[in-house]
């Protein structure tokens, strides 16, 4: 039980702790961001709320080390809440989402939101101070008008027939901006802060000037039976209505929320085929319902639609339903993809760490040797270390050197030691750095390497990180490929079925690699190449082609329920009007024992279709406008290239 408990304390819970710098870094930048405009325009941020962090893939490591990170970096109680309700990746065509650890002082919130976008908490209190200061100094009427309209449209109000007087309506309107003070709470749920509510998210969204989705359950559910006892209204999308589309980032900040606490939904990169999108629907007893939107006026409710679309990326995913071959169209919002500039880019500090206590976990097989240091023990002290040119710190546990020299200085006495049993003559000499002039210059430079300031021994610099064996490569190692990168492990492969092919005799000729491996083959017709199960068991370009087929048919669903109505209908003579059977054609039918129009006759029947009648998909790169072409993966050929040539 220690061993295990050790282990879990290598790892931060919390991004910033890979590099103190950044996060120092971030939180300076973010109150410079802001706008205070004296016009009577709301406080927004000019150009920081158009950030967001993905995390690296996790599946890339062992079971168990994977366990001992998930566990470090998600709350795994919400996840498997909302999961478990279909709230939370309940379809497989997108991306999954993740939800992170948050503080549950009652800011969670805003904490949740900075997560998103920057990977630090709002522990500073930026966008809360700047959240009471929007509802204390500015014209709030029009969120007063849309917090009242959607207070009457609520149920309770509905089935307790509450009526508000003016006097009530301003009490209540000024609770809610004093919820939003930065002052320690003194109410009863023993949190710091105050908990805020659905017009604060709403608020939020407008500084961001950025949607925000949260993804909840619909009632409140007991913590112990699981059964629900009263309703929840918190689920749903936040458009930044006080700001025209053409003025806000279009990609949604995108929360879950769970017993009372909000936590960011991230998504992981990996090189999976699903669209990087959240769905705009909720999964309600086998059947899709839209989400709410929210703090909408009755004008705006009649053009939700338009809405969404101006202030979203809206891309329609072909989904299977639970009946059985049943395809539904969805609409999703696109997702933003990790856009950090490096100098801010937690992301990447922590990768390299974990990276690195994989190498030394995997060295010691997850032995009590490496592992029975706790975190408070590995503080930094803000002195240099002592061996000579050595740009790092010293901490509590290594003084008066850094980790990186502690180890080496072991190392070398272990050496002695052994020598000295083995009853060999030891010259012991001065031990100290002598880096090269230009790693020096690279350290002292790079904040991210020199001073590297992460509260645990695993600092080493960023020239130090595990990079992919082949020569002049940049890209870092996939523990799980040999060493080798994903692009270079790839080449291989494809350089190995290339020899295998022109050395094999001519009856040997049609032989697939997969047959050579003993692997599976493509579920595709007539495809001999591998499948894989993160395409369903097809190749990627027979999963591209499964993928139109189905889109193509939650298409011709529509149409057909449309035409057996049309055909149905008698024209102005009583008799019946007979639709040709090809399912994008609407032409009747001249001959009465005759199926197909004249037209379609021509073109040999209904299950061909022509390249004018299949639908165009967007490109499969995210944030890519373009159309993608089915030559090219699914990718634009544009994109396509770029994808060849760095991988």
């Given amino acids: 039980m220690c061993r295990k408990m050790a282990t879990q304390q290598v790892l931060p819970q919390d991004l910033y702790m890979s590099n103190m710098l950044k996060a120092v870094k971030i939180r300076e930048r973010t109150p410079q961001d802001i706008v205070k405009p004296s016009n009577g325009i709301i406080h927004h941020f000019r150009t920081m709320h158009r950030f967001t962090i993905e995390l690296f893939m996790i599946c890339q490591?062992?079971?168990?080390?994977?366990?001992?990170?998930?566990?470090?970096?998600?709350?795994?109680?919400?996840?498997?809440?909302?999961?478990?309700?279909?709230k939370l990746n309940a379809c497989k065509e997108v991306k999954k989402l993740a939800p992170l650890r948050t503080n549950g002082?009652?800011?969670?919130?805003?904490?949740?939101?900075?997560?998103?976008?920057?990977?630090?908490?709002?522990?500073?209190?930026?966008?809360?101070?700047?959240?009471?200061?929007?509802?204390?100094?500015?014209?709030?009427?029009?969120?007063?008008?849309r917090w009242q309209l959607d207070c009457v449209k609520s149920t309770v109000?509905?089935?307790?027939?509450?009526?508000?007087?003016?006097?009530?309506?301003?009490?209540?309107?000024?609770?809610?901006?004093?919820?939003?003070?930065t002052d320690t709470s003194v109410g009863h749920s023993g949190l710091q802060y105050n908990c805020l509510e659905e017009i604060h998210i709403f608020v939020l969204a407008n500084i961001l000037r950025r949607s925000i989705i949260v993804i909840a359950d619909n009632v409140f559910r007991s913590m112990e039976s699981g059964s629900s006892f009263s309703p929840l209204n918190v689920a749903g999308v936040y458009l930044p209505l006080h700001w025209p589309a053409q003025e806000c980032y279009r990609y949604?900040?995108?929360?879950?929320?769970?017993?009372?606490?909000?936590?960011?939904?991230?998504?992981?990169?990996?090189?999976?085929?699903?669209?990087?999108a959240v769905p705009l629907v909720l999964n309600e007893k086998g059947s899709f319902e839209d989400m709410k939107v929210h703090f909408l006026t009755d004008h705006e409710e009649q053009s939700r639609e338009k809405l969404i679309k101006e202030?979203?990326?809206?891309?329609?995913?072909?989904?299977?339903?639970?009946?059985?071959?049943?395809?539904?169209?969805?609409?999703?919002?696109?997702?933003?993809?990790?856009?950090?500039?490096?100098?801010?880019?937690?992301?990447?500090?922590?990768?390299?760490?974990?990276?690195?206590?994989?190498?030394?976990?995997?060295?010691t097989k997850g032995g009590r040797s490496r592992f029975e240091i706790s975190l408070p023990q590995l503080s930094l002290v803000e002195v240099k270390c002592e061996t000579l040119n050595c740009p790092f710190f010293m901490s509590v546990s290594t003084q008066p050197?850094?980790?990186?020299?502690?180890?080496?200085?072991?190392?070398?006495?272990?050496?002695?030691?052994?020598?000295?049993?083995?009853?060999?003559?030891?010259?012991?000499?001065?031990?100290?750095?002598?880096?090269s002039s230009e790693r020096a210059d690279e350290s002292l430079s790079d904040p991210a390497a020199a001073l590297?300031?992460?509260?645990?021994?695993?600092?080493?610099?960023?020239?130090?990180?595990m990079k992919c064996k082949t020569a002049d490569c940049p890209f870092t190692l996939n523990v799980e490929l040999n060493g080798l990168c994903e692009h270079c492990h790839n080449a291989r492969h494809h350089q190995l079925g290339v020899k295998l092919n022109k050395s094999s005799k001519p009856a040997q000729s049609n032989v697939s690699v997969a047959a050579f491996k003993n692997m599976s083959r493509c579920l595709g017709r007539e495809c001999s190449t591998l499948g894989s199960t993160l395409f369903e068991g097809f190749c990627q370009k027979c999963y591209i082609e499964a993928q139109n087929q189905r889109y193509q048919e939650a298409r011709n669903s529509e149409e057909r329920l449309q035409r057996q109505t049309e055909r149905s209908g008698q024209n102005?003579?009583?008799n019946h009007i007979k639709i040709c059977a090809r399912d994008v054609c609407r032409n009747p039918v001249t001959g009465k024992n005759d199926e197909l129009c004249e037209q379609c006759k021509h073109r040999g029947g209904h299950h061909k279709l022509s390249g004018e009648d299949t639908p165009k998909l967007r490109c499969r790169a995210p944030g890519c406008d373009h159309y993608g072409n089915n030559k090219c993966n699914g990718f634009c050929n544009e994109c396509y290239q770029f994808k060849q040539m760095y991988g």
């Fill in 452 to 465: 590297a300031t992460a509260p645990s021994l695993f600092l080493f610099s960023e020239t130090n990180a």
């Fill in 311 to 363: 202030y979203l990326h809206v891309l329609e995913v072909p989904v299977q339903s639970w009946e059985r071959g049943t395809t539904h169209l969805v609409n999703t919002a696109r997702l933003d993809e990790s856009n950090l500039p490096k100098e801010i880019n937690l992301v990447e500090d922590y990768f390299q760490l974990v990276q690195h206590e994989h190498k030394r976990w995997q060295e």
């Fill in 157 to 181: 109000f509905q089935q307790t027939e509450l009526r508000y007087d003016t006097r009530n309506w301003d009490e209540e309107w000024e609770h809610l901006v004093n919820m939003a003070s």
């Fill in 572 to 574: 102005r003579t009583g």
């Fill in 61 to 86: 490591f062992c079971t168990r080390f994977r366990e001992i990170l998930q566990k470090t970096l998600f709350n795994r109680s919400m996840q498997v809440a909302l999961e478990s309700h279909k």
């Fill in 105 to 145: 002082d009652g800011n969670c919130l805003m904490h949740s939101a900075s997560m998103y976008m920057w990977g630090v908490q709002d522990t500073d209190l930026v966008l809360r101070k700047t959240l009471h200061n929007v509802l204390k100094t500015t014209d709030t009427r029009n969120f007063k008008f």
């Fill in 252 to 276: 949604p900040i995108i929360l879950g929320y769970d017993s009372q606490h909000f936590a960011p939904l991230v998504t992981m990169k990996d090189t999976g085929p699903e669209i990087r």
């Fill in 401 to 435: 050197y850094c980790h990186e020299c502690y180890d080496k200085k072991q190392k070398s006495a272990d050496r002695t030691k052994a020598q000295i049993q083995m009853g060999e003559s030891i010259h012991l000499k001065p031990e100290y750095h002598e880096p």
